[in-house]
C-alpha cells in the first residue's frame, strides 16, 4: 500500500488552492451582469449558490471540487424568466431547494433544477405586490417563512407558507404580518420558536432628513410582534446615518449577532439590550476600509463568529470578497488570516455595495466557501471562493466519498471518534502509520466507535474503515 500526503499544514483563512477562485456565467452567455447573492450546501457537499443573470432567476450547482455538476438544469445551471434576482435559498431536508427574491415569486425546485409541480401553481407562488423578498428559512415542521420588504414605501413583511406552498391562515392576517418604517434583511428562528428579523428603521433626523438605523424584531409564531422584546418587538440602534443590518446569527445562548453596512457587529441580549461583554459595550468596528458591508453570519461550533462580505480596496478600488473570524468576545482572531482577516480581490473597478450580496456556508470539514461576483471590466460573473479552517486537515477522504462514515475531532491529541451508518456496524478498522504498518485494528459495534490513540507518538496516520476497508482518512495525531 502507498500512502501519498503532504506534511504542511495550510495556513487557517488561507485560499484553498485545490478549489481556487471559481468563477461562472450564469447562464445567458452575452450578459455581462451576474451576481451571486446566496448559497447553501447539501448533504452530499455539493454546493448550491443562487443569484441573477441578465435580470433572471439564476441558480447554480457546483460538485465539491468547485466543477459545474452537469446532472443539475443544463450543464449545472438553471435560468429562469420568472422573477429577476434570487435573493435567499433554503434546502428541505429532502433536498428541494426553496428560492425567492426580486419579482415576486417563490419557487421550489426538485434536485435535479426542475421546478416541483406540487409546489403553489406549478412549482410557484407569488407573494405579490413590491415586495423583495430578502430571506427565507425553514420551520421543522416544513413552513417557509420569508421576510420581504417594499420597494415603493418602508414596510416589512413577514410571510408564512405551508409545505405545498400555500399561505398559511394560521399565520398573521391570511399569513401576512406586516409593519410600517421598517425594512427586514435577514431572519432566524429562536428554539422557541420565535422568530428574529434584522435590518433597519428609518427615521427623521433634527434637521428634517432621513436616516436608518439598525433593527431587530421579534414576532411569535403567530406572527404577532412579541411585546416582551424590546419596545413593542423592536429593538434599534444607531450606528451612523446608514446603518443597515444585513444579517442575523443566534448563538446557543439565546443573544442575537446583527452585522451589516460598515462591517459593523452588534450582540444583543436575548431581551434585546445590546450585550455589553462583546466589543465596545456591544459594538464591533472592524477597520478594513473606508468601504465595506457585511451580508452574510455564521457561527463556528466552538463559538467563533464568521463574518463575509466586501471591500473596497487599495488605490484602485479593487473589490474584494472579505471574510472576518472573531472570538466569542468580538475580538479579532489573529489565528485566522492576516490577523483576523481575509480578503480575496474578485474585481478591478468601485462598486456601489448598497445594492450587492454574498453569502457564507461552512462546509462539514470546517472549510469555508465565500459566494459572491467577479467584475473585471464591468463583465459581472458568478464567484465562489474556498477557504482552511481549523478542522479541515484529515477529514478528506481518499476512498469512497458517497459513504457516510464521519471522524473527530482531527487534529487529536487522545482518541479519535468514528461516526457511522447503521449499515456499517460490524465492519472493522484499522490504524496505519506512514509505512503502511497497522498500528492499531478492532471492529465497529456501535454507531459512535472511539479509538484510543493517547499512546501512539505525533504524526500522520491512516484510518481505514467501513466494508473492506475501503475508506481512508487521513489523521493528524499532535
Avoid: W
Avoid at 488561507?14 to 461562472?24: R, Y
Amino acid at each position: 500500500m502507498i500512502f501519498l500526503f503532504s506534511l504542511a499544514k495550510p495556513q487557517i483563512g488561507s485560499l484553498d488552492n485545490t478549489f481556487g477562485i471559481v468563477t461562472t456565467n450564469g447562464g445567458m452567455k452575452t450578459c455581462l451582469q451576474d451576481r451571486s447573492n446566496a448559497t447553501a450546501i447539501q448533504s452530499d457537499g455539493k454546493i448550491v449558490v443562487a443569484g441573477t443573470s441578465n435580470d433572471k432567476y439564476a441558480l447554480i450547482r457546483y460538485n465539491t471540487n468547485g466543477s459545474l455538476d452537469a446532472t443539475f438544469g443544463i450543464g449545472g445551471i438553471v435560468a429562469t424568466d420568472i422573477g429577476y434576482s434570487i435573493n435567499s435559498i433554503a434546502i428541505q431536508s429532502d433536498g428541494k431547494i426553496v428560492a425567492a427574491g426580486q419579482g415576486s415569486p417563490l419557487i421550489r425546485f426538485n434536485t435535479n433544477g426542475s421546478f416541483d409541480a406540487t409546489f403553489g401553481n406549478g412549482g410557484t407562488a407569488i407573494i405579490g405586490g413590491d415586495a423583495i423578498a430578502n430571506a427565507i428559512t425553514i420551520q421543522n415542521d416544513g413552513k417557509i417563512i420569508v421576510v420581504c420588504e417594499s420597494q415603493g414605501s418602508t414596510y416589512i413583511s413577514l410571510l408564512r407558507f405551508t409545505a405545498n406552498g400555500t399561505l398559511d391562515s394560521s399565520f398573521g392576517s391570511n399569513g401576512i404580518a406586516t409593519k410600517s418604517g421598517l425594512g427586514g434583511r435577514a431572519l432566524a428562528i429562536q428554539s422557541d420558536g420565535k422568530i428574529a428579523v434584522a435590518g433597519f428603521i428609518v427615521k427623521v433626523t433634527s434637521t428634517g432628513g432621513t436616516a436608518y438605523e439598525f433593527a431587530l424584531v421579534r414576532y411569535y409564531t403567530n406572527g404577532s410582534l412579541d411585546s416582551t422584546f424590546g419596545t413593542g418587538g423592536i429593538v434599534s440602534s444607531d450606528f451612523g446615518s446608514f446603518a443597515i443590518a444585513e444579517a442575523i446569527a443566534i448563538q446557543s445562548n439565546g443573544k442575537f449577532l446583527l452585522a451589516g453596512e460598515g462591517f459593523v457587529l452588534a450582540r444583543y441580549n436575548t431581551n434585546g439590550s445590546l450585550d455589553s461583554t462583546f466589543g465596545n459595550n456591544g459594538i464591533v468596528n472592524t477597520n478594513i476600509s473606508d468601504v465595506k458591508k457585511v451580508n452574510s453570519l455564521v457561527i463556528q461550533s466552538d463559538g467563533k463568529i464568521i463574518a463575509g462580505g466586501y471591500s473596497i480596496q487599495g488605490s484602485n478600488f479593487a473589490l474584494n470578497l472579505t471574510v472576518v473570524r472573531y472570538k466569542i468576545n468580538g475580538s479579532l482572531d489573529s489565528t485566522f488570516g492576516n490577523t483576523g482577516i481575509v480578503s480575496t480581490p474578485v474585481g478591478n473597478h468601485n462598486t456601489d455595495l448598497h445594492s450587492i450580496k454574498s453569502a457564507l456556508a461552512i462546509q462539514t470539514d470546517g472549510k469555508i466557501i465565500i459566494a459572491g461576483f467577479s467584475a473585471f471590466n464591468n463583465n459581472y460573473d458568478f464567484a465562489l471562493v474556498r477557504y482552511h479552517n481549523d478542522n479541515t486537515l484529515g477529514m478528506n477522504v481518499i476512498g469512497n466519498q458517497n459513504t457516510k462514515i464521519n471522524i473527530y475531532p482531527n487534529p487529536t491529541q487522545n482518541q479519535i471518534n468514528i461516526n457511522v451508518p447503521v449499515k456499517s456496524l460490524g465492519s472493522n478498522y484499522s490504524v496505519n502509520d506512514f509505512t503502511g504498518k497497522v498500528v492499531l485494528e478492532g471492529k465497529i459495534d456501535s454507531e459512535n466507535t472511539t479509538v484510543e490513540l493517547a499512546h501512539l507518538p505525533s504524526g500522520i496516520y491512516f484510518l481505514r474503515v467501513g466494508e473492506n476497508l475501503k475508506q481512508t482518512f487521513k489523521v493528524i495525531k499532535e
